[in-house]
């Protein structure tokens, strides 16, 4: 991954939905760049695993088991990021729960949660890191979508919405804290090969790979300031064939 020419060494980092594909390569991408990180994540097995993936980041890496669904542990990773680095300057809304089934069988335990973790921790998750941004003077937010947001398909209605708000949500935000110079972007990736979602990481030699997607955010950080590319859709360059 590119980041030689990435400098965030006295940044501070969260990334929620860290401990494992697309955040766990955005945090290895982040720390590569010299930045201080934050993961979360539901299980503290998969957080162990990635502290220890993240080890070279010595103690630039925190962990903090949350369930960014549910307001009070969102609220209480951003306040845990402020304290263990002082301030806090990006957020990484990777987060996300799929769960797949018609409108008919889908239980509505099921839906609130795909609602709850993918659109609602997004807005937690701002919610709380926003002040602490603009008292940096400014910051990065970014919101990692899906092309299932624009491409919807038949037992992913909770998904698919889920996705479709994020993009909306995400373009409100923007227009919202720009002039407190809080750049906001979503990247909408196609298929990763990450074993989330349907067909998990089958025939992945065609799929995207985390780094991919953790490239595109770096990138969106790197971008120069007088210019803010706020939607990246990131595809598979050869998809199997129909």
């Known amino acids: 991954m590119r ?16 401990s494992r594909g697309i955040g766990l390569a955005i945090a290895e991408g982040l720390l590569g760049a ?17 502290r220890g993936k993240l080890s070279a980041g010595g103690d630039r890496v925190h962990a903090v088991r949350a ?8 609220d209480a990773a951003v306040a845990a990021s402020i304290e263990t680095f002082g301030g806090l300057d990006i957020l990484i809304n990777n987060a996300g729960v799929g769960l797949f089934a018609s409108v008919a069988d889908m239980e509505a335990a ?8 993918n659109l609602s921790g997004v807005f937690f998750c701002c919610h709380a890191a926003i002040p602490a941004m603009r008292q940096r003077g400014g910051g990065w937010i970014v919101n990692i979508s899906s092309l299932a ?24 935000l923007m227009q ?45 950080i790197a971008h120069p300031s007088r210019s803010l590319p706020s939607r990246v859709e990131l595809r598979p360059s050869k998809p199997l064939k129909r």
């Open 3 to 18: 980041t030689q020419s990435l400098d965030l060494s006295g940044k501070a980092a969260l990334v929620t939905g860290g």
């Open 34 to 50: 010299g930045a201080r990180v934050v993961i979360t994540g539901r299980d503290q097995g998969h957080l162990d695993a990635a």
């Open 67 to 74: 369930d960014v669904g549910r307001q009070k542990e969102a």
């Open 110 to 117: 099921a839906w609130h949660q795909v609602i709850d973790t």
């Open 149 to 172: 947001s624009t491409n919807a398909f038949a037992s992913a209605a909770a998904y698919c919405a889920s996705k479709a708000g994020l993009n909306a949500f995400s373009e409100a």
């Open 176 to 220: 919202e804290v720009r002039y407190d110079n809080i750049r906001v972007s979503y990247v909408m990736p196609g298929s990763v090969a990450t074993g989330f979602g349907r067909g998990g990481g089958e025939q992945a030699d065609w799929k995207l790979a985390p780094e991919d997607v953790a490239q595109a955010v770096l990138d969106l």
